[in-house]
T-cell receptor, first 114, second 118 residues
């Protein structure tokens, strides 16, 4: 299995809702990442998990809460989002953090906050 | 600070022709990696090609090859025999471990949208 699988593919949520994005990989990668991508822009790093521990938090607002239950699974919990949080959320993984191997990305979740 | 610049927001190429996408970067590191990623309308970022800075030889993956000019800090992507499926946004990316700070940097350029004309 050489894929990163993200669910759901599309999500529409109200500003008072709580929802979660899910990311899964079975390549044995020990680093997993959340990126946010606005239209026609490059992806922006949000969080990095290395060996199931939070390694990097790029000053992301607390309404985004990451979780890494095990080495294959990465969640992003969403609560009280704003319309400007509407974006494509990409998950990625790599063999380890901090190595120049390149990342394997998922197809993303298109999030719309209404 | 490291930067990655893609000066061509959009490029077009006729099917079966060759196109070159440009990327320049700025760094004070001597050891780093450079990447080209492809993002088609399906949204998934796909690693196209990877170049290690200490390797003189330009990386090649089938129809994709790079022209890596370390002194000029240039890393262009050449796509030969362009196909309709090559139409996508292409991002150049830079990765390096900074010994002074003990951290790494992974920086994406702003992207070039490639259109392939039938």
């Amino acid at each position: 299995d050489t894929e990163v699988t993200q669910t759901p593919k599309h999500l529409v949520m109200g500003m008072t809702n709580k929802k979660s994005l899910k990311c899964e990989q079975h390549m044995g990668h020990r680093a997993m990442y959340w990126y946010k991508q606005k239209a026609k822009k490059p992806p922006e790093l949000m969080f990095v998990y290395s060996y199931e521990k939070l390694s990097i938090n790029e000053s992301v607002p607390s309404r985004f809460s990451p979780e890494c239950p095990n080495s294959s699974l990465l969640n992003l919990h969403l609560h009280a989002l704003q319309p400007e949080d509407s974006a494509l959320y990409l998950c990625a993984s790599s063999q380890v953090e901090g190595a120049g191997y390149g990342y394997t990305f998922g197809s993303g979740t298109r999030l719309t906050v209404v | 600070a490291q930067t990655v610049t893609q000066s061509q927001p959009e490029m077009s190429v006729q099917e079966a022709e060759t196109v070159t996408l440009s990327c320049t970067y700025d760094t004070s590191e001597s050891d780093y990696y450079l990447f080209w990623y492809k993002q088609p309308p399906s949204r998934q970022m796909i690693l196209v090609i990877r170049q290690e800075a200490y390797k003189q030889q330009n990386a090649t993956e089938n129809r994709f090859s790079v022209n890596f000019q370390k002194a000029a800090k240039s890393f262009s992507l050449k796509i030969s025999d362009s196909q309709l499926g090559d139409a996508a946004m292409y991002f150049c990316a830079y990765w390096a471990f900074e010994i002074t700070s003990g951290t790494y940097k992974y920086i994406f350029g702003t992207g070039t949208r490639l259109k392939v004309l039938a």
